[in-house]
C-alpha cells in the first residue's frame, strides 16, 4: 500500500491513562476535521495559530491562557497527549484551543486548495 506522505510518527496509542482515556470521550466538542471547522470557528477570534506537535500540550495551554483573544488550533496524533490536553482544558476553563488529531499534511494540505486560503 502506498501512502500519501512519508511517515512523520510512529505510533498513536503507546502508555495511556484511565483519565486521558475518559478525556478522549470528549474530544468531539473540540475537534477540528476541515477548512470548513476552522474558518467557522475562528469568526470569535482575532487571530490563529496552528500548533503541530503539541506532544502533551504545555505550550500550547501556556499560549492559550496568555493571548485569549486567539485561536489555537493543536495538532498531535499521540492519544495520550491528546487526552491530557483535553483534561487540562477542562480543569483550567479555556475556551480558545481545538485539536486535529489527524496527520496534520492532509489539514494542510485542504488550506492550500482551498479556493478562499484566507483564514
Ligand atoms: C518532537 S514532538 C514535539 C512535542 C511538543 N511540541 C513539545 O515541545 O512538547 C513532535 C510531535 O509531533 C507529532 N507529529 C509528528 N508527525 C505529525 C503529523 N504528521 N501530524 C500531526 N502530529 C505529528 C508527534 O506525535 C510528536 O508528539
Redesign the pocket.
Given at each position: 500500500m502506498r501512502y500519501k506522505?512519508l511517515p512523520?510518527?510512529v505510533k498513536r496509542r503507546g502508555r495511556i491513562t484511565q483519565s486521558q482515556e475518559d478525556n478522549l470521550k470528549l474530544l468531539p466538542n473540540f475537534l477540528i476535521e476541515s477548512y470548513e471547522d476552522i474558518c467557522r470557528e475562528k469568526t470569535n477570534f482575532s487571530k490563529l495559530i496552528l500548533?503541530?506537535?503539541?506532544?502533551?500540550g504545555?505550550?500550547i495551554i501556556s499560549l492559550a491562557q496568555d493571548n485569549p483573544d486567539t485561536l489555537f488550533i493543536g495538532?498531535?496524533?499521540?492519544l495520550a497527549?491528546i487526552g491530557y490536553l483535553i483534561g487540562e482544558i477542562q480543569d483550567l476553563g479555556l475556551v480558545n484551543i481545538r485539536i486535529?488529531t489527524?496527520?496534520?499534511?492532509l489539514l494542510i494540505e485542504q488550506i492550500l486548495l482551498s479556493p478562499l486560503r484566507q483564514i
Amino acid at each position: 500500500m502506498r501512502y500519501k506522505f512519508l511517515p512523520s510518527f510512529v505510533k498513536r496509542r503507546g502508555r495511556i491513562t484511565q483519565s486521558q482515556e475518559d478525556n478522549l470521550k470528549l474530544l468531539p466538542n473540540f475537534l477540528i476535521e476541515s477548512y470548513e471547522d476552522i474558518c467557522r470557528e475562528k469568526t470569535n477570534f482575532s487571530k490563529l495559530i496552528l500548533e503541530i506537535g503539541f506532544g502533551n500540550g504545555e505550550n500550547i495551554i501556556s499560549l492559550a491562557q496568555d493571548n485569549p483573544d486567539t485561536l489555537f488550533i493543536g495538532s498531535e496524533v499521540y492519544l495520550a497527549g491528546i487526552g491530557y490536553l483535553i483534561g487540562e482544558i477542562q480543569d483550567l476553563g479555556l475556551v480558545n484551543i481545538r485539536i486535529n488529531t489527524g496527520d496534520i499534511r492532509l489539514l494542510i494540505e485542504q488550506i492550500l486548495l482551498s479556493p478562499l486560503r484566507q483564514i
